[in-house]
């Protein structure tokens, strides 16, 4: 059943909204990261969505350092980096401490500024044995020190499953286009789809002006099938 549990990250605690599989002690895991307006009801239904899925899913509340105001862009506007990864790491170390379950592989997904976040952990832990990355926007712009997610592609070392809207500007079809140029300079491994009369946002059905029916039910098909074939419920070596 899903849950709120809590963790330390040296401050204020962070919640993580938490599903595990029925009838299970051993299951891959899947981070499930936020976007924009937070661990809403969306991102709630995508981690109980990949718990009937057989999956252990966690999304963390990147926005637990905040004060609960301002706007949507306001909140992403104060988010940096070294903390955003701290917050993912603390999340793995969550997992891991699990009593009474059998961790496997750990994969990671986003929406939004949080498939943004899939990039740059990607490129900076190598526990993740699978990405998948929904319409990231500001791949190439770093939040406060340290590189961009875009000059960490090197150092990714998980396949990656891209999924992103012909009518997107950001990222737009040319940013898609140099994102996977990238991947391919540095041989990483990645499959992106493009999903013609679709923008931004096209799989959060709380926001009828965004979301579009078929390439959501189609990607989320294609991501299901990607984390089948790249996470096993036995732990790979890092």
Same mark, same amino acid.
């Given at each position: 059943?899903?849950?709120?549990?809590?963790?330390?990250?040296?401050?204020?605690?962070?919640? /993580?909204?938490?599903?595990?599989?029925?009838?299970?002690?051993?299951?891959?895991?899947?981070?499930?990261?936020?976007?924009?307006?937070?661990?809403?009801?969306?991102?709630?239904?995508?981690?109980?969505?990949?718990?009937?899925?057989?999956?252990?899913?966690?999304?963390? #509340?990147?926005?637990?350092?905040?004060?609960? #105001?301002?706007?949507?862009?306001?909140?992403?506007?104060?988010?940096?980096?070294?903390?955003?990864?701290?917050?993912? =790491?603390?999340?793995?170390?969550?997992?891991?401490?699990?009593?009474?379950? &059998?961790?496997?592989?750990?994969?990671?997904?986003?929406?939004?500024?949080?498939?943004?976040?899939?990039?740059?952990?990607?490129?900076?832990?190598?526990?993740?044995?699978?990405?998948?990355?929904?319409?990231?926007?500001?791949?190439?712009?770093?939040?406060?020190?340290?590189?961009?997610?875009?000059?960490?592609?090197?150092?990714?070392?998980?396949?990656?499953?891209?999924?992103?809207?012909?009518?997107?500007?950001?990222?737009?079809?040319? #940013?898609?286009?140099?994102?996977?140029? &990238?991947?391919?300079?540095?041989?990483?491994?990645?499959?992106?789809?493009?999903?013609?009369?679709?923008?931004?946002?096209?799989? =959060?059905? /709380?926001?009828?002006?965004?979301?579009?029916?078929?390439?959501?039910?189609?990607?989320?098909?294609? /991501?299901?099938?990607? /984390?089948?074939?790249?996470?096993?419920?036995?732990? &790979?070596?890092?």
């Amino acid at each position: 059943m899903s849950h709120w549990e809590h963790v330390e990250v040296g401050g204020p605690s962070m919640r /993580l909204f938490v599903d595990v599989p029925p009838a299970a002690r051993a299951f891959a895991a899947v981070i499930v990261i936020q976007h924009g307006p937070g661990v809403d009801k969306f991102i709630q239904d995508r981690v109980e969505n990949l718990a009937q899925h057989g999956y252990l899913a966690v999304a963390p #509340d990147l926005y637990h350092r905040q004060p609960e #105001d301002g706007d949507m862009m306001t909140r992403i506007g104060r988010l940096r980096d070294p903390e955003v990864v701290r917050d993912v =790491n603390a999340t793995v170390s969550y997992l891991r401490r699990l009593k009474d379950t &059998q961790l496997g592989d750990i994969g990671i997904i986003g929406f939004c500024m949080g498939g943004r976040v899939t990039y740059l952990m990607a490129g900076s832990n190598p526990v993740f044995k699978a990405a998948g990355v929904f319409y990231g926007g500001n791949i190439k712009k770093a939040w406060g020190e340290g590189p961009p997610p875009f000059e960490l592609t090197p150092y990714i070392r998980c396949p990656i499953a891209g999924f992103f809207g012909m009518d997107d500007t950001n990222p737009s079809p040319s #940013d898609v286009e140099k994102i996977s140029a &990238q991947l391919k300079k540095y041989g990483k491994p990645h499959e992106f789809h493009i999903y013609p009369g679709a923008g931004h946002a096209f799989l =959060n059905f /709380l926001n009828p002006t965004t979301f579009r029916e078929e390439p959501a039910k189609d990607a989320w098909e294609k /991501l299901l099938e990607f /984390l089948r074939k790249h996470l096993s419920a036995i732990r &790979q070596p890092c």
